[in-house]
T-cell receptor, first 117, second 114 residues
């Protein structure tokens, strides 16, 4: 069964450093997303990406965050200058296009645990 | 700002019995609701969904009920199995929002005892 894969599974970084989280979405999907889950809190939407541009982003997704699809398979989340409060589980997800009459679900990767020290 | 609320952080059920997980929401602009299951160290796995134009959707042992007037949905699992033990998240999407812009509840940890 096709799946979303994320690397690395765990990343430890020094505060102020840049970090890049990587994802390979399901191959025929066209919509890509990043979410995060701070320990003990709910899963929060960060950004959606379609047709090589951001289609929607949340208040959390500020100027220190960026996303990119550098090639035909990878989808990355970059955090430019990490802060302690960026420590969280980051989930990548993807989905197929849905019509008004056919909603589709997002498929999630297993997550990358980011620890900022 | 909890637009999607799962008021029970945990639920314990005996194997073979029915599990009922509840979710309340406040935003009347939600048009699509989903339930995800999550095991430790894994990402959320899609279980079942329901459009706001329906009041029930069934898939095998899983049934989701939507009561729009009460802004309430529930997930029924029957019969419950030990492998169903996981955290269950209710999620909702705002009409007109991107497909993946989901607002999640905090989750309910279901324990199914043999």
């Amino acid at each position: 069964e096709p799946e979303v894969t994320q690397t690395p599974s765990h990343q430890v970084t020094q505060m102020g450093q840049e970090v890049i989280l990587r994802c390979v979405p399901i191959s025929n999907h066209l919509y890509f997303y990043w979410y995060r889950q701070i320990l003990g809190q709910k899963v929060e939407f960060l950004v959606s990406f379609y047709n090589n541009e951001i289609s929607e982003k949340s208040e959390i997704f500020d100027d220190q965050f960026s996303v990119e699809r550098p090639d035909g398979s990878n989808f990355t989340l970059k955090i430019r200058s990490t802060k302690l409060e960026d420590s969280a589980m980051y989930f990548c997800a993807s989905s197929t296009p849905g019509s008004r009459d056919r909603n589709t679900e997002a498929f999630f990767g297993q997550g990358t645990r980011l620890t900022v020290v | 700002d909890q637009q999607v609320k799962q008021n029970s952080p945990s639920l314990s059920v005996q194997e073979g019995r029915i599990s009922i997980l509840n979710c309340d929401y406040t935003n009347s602009m939600f048009d699509y609701f989903l339930w995800y299951k999550k095991y430790p160290a894994e990402g959320p796995t899609f279980l079942i969904s329901i459009s706001s134009i329906k009041d029930k959707n069934e898939d095998g042992r899983f049934t989701v009920f939507l009561n729009k007037s009460a802004k309430h949905l529930s997930l029924h699992i029957v019969p419950s199995q030990p492998g169903d033990s996981a955290v269950y998240f209710c999620a909702a999407r705002i009409y007109g929002g991107s497909q993946g812009n989901l607002i999640f509840g905090k989750g309910t940890k279901l324990s199914v005892k043999p």
